[in-house]
């Protein structure tokens, strides 16, 4: 006999990936690159514990599925239509990457949470439509917000003592922000972005991004999907020296509001152009 009924059990779902598709697989028994089990879960514990509540003042309710076990060198977020649960997937095959630091996967932690909370644009993934912010834009909220909270109780200065900070970085996050306090989150939250964008072009198997060089591309509509690495890599740096305070909440529907925006005056921090359109 056949049970029409059982297609009613399928759920209908809607999803959004951190990379473009690759092939890299980094399984759980290959030792000694990228972080431990311990640090994967620390940092999701880390972010979980500051946005598992705005998500809910937002309406959903978050879960990340912590699959470490997992070889996939990507994440992933997406909900169920009619569900209130909001879902994220961070595999440990990233984790594993020997591109990728701390900082780097709580980057990506972030941008999975962006698509849900990290604003306009939104881009249309059916069958939900406009539930997700655009790539670009979870990138450039990442900085902007999100890791600024993540990060806010922490020793900046001392996260970024050993690291090798490129000058242009340092200049740029000291003409942004006057106490060392927040030019050390700045130079933070950007070089978490140039860890996340190695791993990205590793994947795609081309050059690595710099932060003195510039995706010279420019869009003439806004574009929704994965910008090139060196674009990724452009909007962490601009979402990082934007001044606007991480405090003052980004909107769902205007893409201006408590961000960076030329139509407010702003000639730093913006959104880049080789994927946004004004």
């Known amino acids: 006999m056949k049970n029409f009924g059982l297609l009613l059990f399928f759920p209908i779902l809607a999803f959004a990936d951190f990379l473009p598709h690759n092939s890299q697989k980094i399984p759980a028994s290959q030792k000694g690159t990228g972080l431990?089990?311990?640090?994967?879960?620390?940092?999701?514990?880390?972010?979980?514990?500051?946005?598992?509540?705005?998500?809910?003042?937002?309406?959903?309710?978050?879960?990340?599925?912590?699959?470490?076990?997992?070889?996939?060198?990507?994440?992933?977020?997406?909900r169920v239509e009619?569900?209130?649960?909001?879902?994220?997937?961070?595999?440990?095959?990233?984790?594993?990457?020997?591109?990728?630091?701390?900082?780097?996967?709580?980057?990506?932690?972030?941008?999975?949470i962006?698509?849900?909370i990290g604003g306009a644009p939104k881009k249309e993934i059916e069958p939900i439509p406009f539930w997700a912010?655009?790539?670009?834009?979870?990138?450039?909220?990442t900085t902007l917000k999100c890791l600024r909270q993540v990060?806010?109780?922490?020793?900046?200065?001392?996260?970024?003592?050993?690291?090798?900070?490129?000058?242009?970085?340092?200049?740029e996050c000291q003409k942004s922000f006057k106490t060392d306090w927040e030019s050390a989150l700045c130079i933070?939250?950007?070089?978490?972005?140039?860890?996340?964008?190695?791993?990205?072009?590793?994947?795609?198997?081309?050059?690595?991004?710099?932060?003195e060089d510039k995706d010279q591309t420019v869009a003439t509509s806004t574009i929704n999907s994965h910008p090139s690495p060196q674009c990724r890599l452009d909007t962490y740096f601009q979402g990082s020296i934007c001044p606007v305070s991480s405090y003052v909440w980004i909107s769902q529907e205007n893409a201006v509001t408590g961000t960076c925006h030329p139509s407010l005056g702003y000639t730093r921090g913006n959104r880049p152009l080789c994927w946004y359109t004004p």
């Open 151 to 171: 990060f806010a109780m922490d020793n900046s200065q001392e996260a970024i003592a050993n690291l090798n900070v490129p000058k242009i970085v340092i200049t």
């Open 188 to 211: 933070r939250t950007s070089m978490a972005g140039l860890s996340v964008a190695n791993v990205m072009a590793d994947t795609q198997e081309i050059s690595l991004p710099s932060f």
């Open 82 to 112: 009619g569900d209130f649960n909001w879902y994220v997937n961070l595999y440990g095959g990233f984790a594993r990457h020997p591109m990728i630091t701390e900082d780097g996967f709580a980057l990506v932690a972030c941008h999975e």
């Open 36 to 78: 431990t089990e311990e640090q994967f879960n620390k940092i999701i514990d880390k972010v979980e514990k500051v946005y598992a509540p705005v998500v809910y003042n937002y309406g959903g309710i978050l879960w990340i599925w912590r699959k470490w076990n997992d070889p996939t060198v990507n994440a992933g977020t997406y």
């Open 114 to 116: 962006g698509h849900h």
């Open 133 to 141: 912010g655009a790539e670009g834009q979870s990138d450039y909220w």
